[in-house]
């Protein structure tokens, strides 16, 4: 493990290495397919489910779920099996998790990739979804996918230590010069995690799902009847989000709140931001 986070602040790598110590996977078949997930946080409290980025495990969130850990909820966080080629089937697997934790209505907190499942879920699981956070999020982009489809070409027949270099060089492409203890922890759980858990369909499966995603046709009419609450966070300045793309997605979701998170130095992660922190909270906590 040190490998991967020599560079990382001893105060920082500690308070990951508690982390793991404190949470273990709950294991479960659902539909042949086995899933691991983090069930965490009160069970009685508000359940909270989060859904991690293209890393694909749930402790990639971990940082999340130490911070919503400190307020009264019931954290369920989903690692993506590696089997799972589309969004719709993660978000019915994910449904099947919420039924065996007894959950009946959930707030669902997504970033990036996990967005993208994020709005597949609420699409196919409405009746579950009562808050919805989107961040870092754009709706599907259908002329995305012959892009994608170079890459999985690649990824087909290219050895898989140039698969995970690609893979790292992309995940980690916000690196800078001089980057912030929360990224470098990120860099090393990311190479962690490429190199000793990465399979060749794991990484197939990473990019089908995208395609997924981006084949959906959503349209502003199919969540007319859902009577949860939407909110967007954007960061400015990310290129990720073109404006273009916010109003698109912000068509989908009427009567959504909208935040836009200051521009920061690109050296920080979004979570180290006290404005996305706190605009987080007050939607999930006080708008009861």
């Known amino acids: 493990m040190n490998k991967y986070y020599r560079k990382v602040p001893k105060e920082k790598l500690e308070q990951f290495t508690r982390f793991r110590q404190e949470h273990s996977l709950v294991q479960a078949e659902i539909n042949g397919v086995e899933w691991g997930y983090f069930s965490a946080g009160d069970p009685t409290a508000r359940p909270v489910l989060i859904l991690p980025g293209a890393l694909s495990t749930a402790e990639s969130a971990w940082r999340m779920i130490i911070l919503l850990e400190q307020e009264e909820f019931h954290l369920i966080c989903p690692s993506y099996p590696a089997q799972i080629d589309t969004m719709g089937a993660l978000a019915d697997g994910i449904a099947a998790i919420l039924a065996r934790e007894g959950i009946q209505a959930v707030y669902v907190v997504g970033g990036a990739y ?101 084949q959906q046709a959503f349209t502003p009419a199919d969540l007319a009847r859902w009577s949860g609450n939407t909110l967007l966070i954007f960061e400015e300045e990310d290129p990720t989000t073109p404006e273009a793309l916010r109003n698109e997605l912000q068509s989908l979701y009427p009567g959504a709140i909208v935040h836009m998170v200051s521009s920061k130095s690109r050296e920080k992660a979004i979570l180290e931001s006290g404005e996305y922190i706190q605009v987080l909270k007050e939607f999930l906590i006080q708008m009861d």
């Open 114 to 214: 996990g967005s993208m499942l994020a709005q597949v879920f609420t699409h196919r699981h409405p009746e579950l979804v009562t808050r919805l956070v989107l961040t870092h999020a754009y709706p599907p982009v259908g002329n995305r996918a012959r892009g994608v489809s170079t890459t999985l070409r690649l990824f087909r027949m290219a050895p898989m230590l140039l698969v995970k270099r690609i893979l790292r060089l992309q995940m980690t492409g916000r690196l800078t010069a001089n980057p912030s203890p929360e990224l470098l922890i990120i860099a090393g759980q990311i190479q962690e995690t490429l190199d000793t858990k990465l399979t060749r369909q794991g990484a197939l499966n990473i990019f089908l799902r995208m395609v997924d995603f981006d």
